[in-house]
């Protein structure tokens, strides 16, 4: 499978294909971005013109994984100009550890209480998610994250802003898209992604579900541009001061959730403000396990790790607790 990472030195953009344990620079490309709009306007493909354009200089991975080159990764998916035309979304309940997660964050009062609302969608996403192909399935759970702005790199801190209750990983593969000129969604690959959320936020209510996901999240380091998605296994782990204090086998994939890719993406981007041409659009598919669920709850400098098998290098990032402060907003009227 073809990977690719998206580096930068100073002003300096490039666009590399992983030839493990080095990188190959691509001759003048500065973004997939910019490479995906090429293969769009000539009618080519990823793959051929990574082909014609691998043909620059070499990176050490290794120095560049580690933070030892002048050479930084980037998020593999983003808008290069302006970070307001990608949009940062994704869908929840699509796996059945997500479900088992929010059931027990949202557990009803009394036992043999009705079901909450998280387990009425999971179930709904059983019986309806997968549907025959040409037809259209239940809509998932859908949330917005924020625009570009809110994605960080391998090895860039994840914040917990001074407003916010918690901060805890959400190990998850994301899709990578490109709108064409005629409005029509391209997929250009999948990465390794950590969705990160404020779960205690969330734990209070689940109508605050959309503001607990309004937080910064990572991606990368590699976008995979044709991958394996039936059943794609991996690992989350938690290290505090250079040990590992909580780790879990993960399962990704359609094989592993209870919505098809195909649901999924139909009912992101039917929406016609979500198929403006230009728009670069970066997709989290779920979660089936989360630190949180196991009552562990992250401290500052802690590391999330997530691997997946066939996405390349594990995405590490660690975990920046902002100071709390209760600083007033205010609005100013324009009279």
């Not at 200089?57 to 970070?83: C, K, M, T």
């Not at 009062?109 to 037809?135: C, I, Y």
């Not at 936020?201 to 044709?226: H, I, Q, T, W």
């Not at 009552?295 to 997530?306: P, Q, R, S, V």
Request: charged share 20%; aromatic share 8%.
């Amino acid at each position: 499978m073809m990977r690719l990472v998206q580096l930068q030195n100073g002003p300096l953009r490039r666009v590399a294909l992983v030839e493990e344990p080095r990188l190959h620079l691509l001759a003048d490309v500065i973004s997939i971005y910019e490479l995906a709009g090429h293969a769009l306007r000539t009618g080519g493909s990823l793959h051929r013109l990574v082909e014609e354009k691998a043909a620059g200089d070499y990176l050490d991975y290794d120095a560049v994984y580690a933070g030892r080159s002048p050479w930084r990764l980037l998020p593999a998916g983003d808008h290069p100009l302006d970070p307001a035309h990608c949009l940062v979304t994704g869908t929840g309940l699509t796996h059945l550890g997500s479900a088992k997660n929010r059931q027990q964050m949202h557990a009803a009062a009394t036992p043999g209480a009705e079901l909450n609302d998280s387990m009425k969608m999971f179930r709904w996403g059983v019986e309806h998610g997968r549907p025959p192909a040409g037809q259209i399935g239940i809509a998932p759970e859908w949330f917005y994250k924020g625009d570009g702005s809110v994605l960080r790199a391998h090895g860039q801190p994840l914040d917990v802003p001074p407003y916010a209750e918690d901060g805890g990983e959400e190990a998850e593969l994301a899709g990578v898209y490109m709108i064409g000129p005629d409005s029509q969604p391209h997929r250009l690959g999948m990465a390794i992604g950590n969705e990160f959320s404020d779960h205690k936020f969330e734990k209070r209510n689940y109508l605050n579900l959309a503001g607990s996901k309004l937080r910064n999240c990572a991606l990368g380091p590699e976008l995979v541009l044709d991958p394996g998605f039936a059943s794609v296994p991996g690992t989350v782990t938690i290290e505090r001061d250079g040990q590992t204090i909580w780790t879990q086998e993960i399962c990704t994939g359609e094989q592993e959730m209870c919505h098809s890719l195909a649901n999924l993406e139909h009912h992101h981007f039917k929406f016609e403000g979500h198929r403006r041409p230009g728009t670069l659009h970066v997709h989290f598919y779920g979660a089936c396990s989360l630190s949180f669920g196991a009552g562990l709850e992250l401290a500052n400098a802690d590391t999330m790790a997530i691997n997946f098998t066939g996405f390349g290098r594990p995405l590490r990032n660690p975990l920046r607790i902002l100071p709390r402060s209760q600083i007033l907003t205010t609005v100013n009227p324009l009279t």
